[in-house]
């Protein structure tokens, strides 16, 4: 026999509201960063396969292209190279061409 109007079950009941309020706020949060995260996982797999797609189409997908990028290295190398041995010299002949006028 509880009575409505008692004190104690007023209070009683509205501790219960207050939990259950907090209760209800923490699970919406929960649930709410889970969508958010389901949600960025899904956007992240869409930029990679997006991005994994541009690249197949500039380099061609079963690596056709790759000999290209290779000889373009090559040559790269190569050029840099000739210009190392080019500097070299011409440092030596300006060296040997210092020597001989003093």
């Known amino acids: 026999d509880t009575v409505a109007d008692d004190v104690s079950y007023i209070l009683t009941s509205q501790q219960e ?13 929960a649930l709410t ?8 996982t899904a956007a ?3 930029q ?3 991005m994994m797609w541009d690249v197949q ?6 690596g056709k292209n790759a000999s290209i990028i290779k000889a373009w290295f090559r040559k790269h190398v190569a050029r840099e190279a000739k210009d ?3 500097q070299s010299a011409a440092r030596f002949q ?3 061409r210092g020597l ?3």
Request: aromatic residues 4%.
């Open 17 to 29: 509201a207050n939990a259950v309020a907090l209760m209800q706020r923490h699970i919406r949060g």
């Open 33 to 40: 960063r889970r969508a958010i995260k389901k949600q960025t």
């Open 44 to 46: 992240l797999i869409f």
């Open 48 to 50: 990679k396969t997006k």
């Open 57 to 62: 189409r500039i380099h061609g997908s079963s």
């Open 84 to 86: 190392r041995v080019q």
């Open 94 to 96: 300006a060296i040997w």
């Open 100 to 102: 001989l006028t003093r």
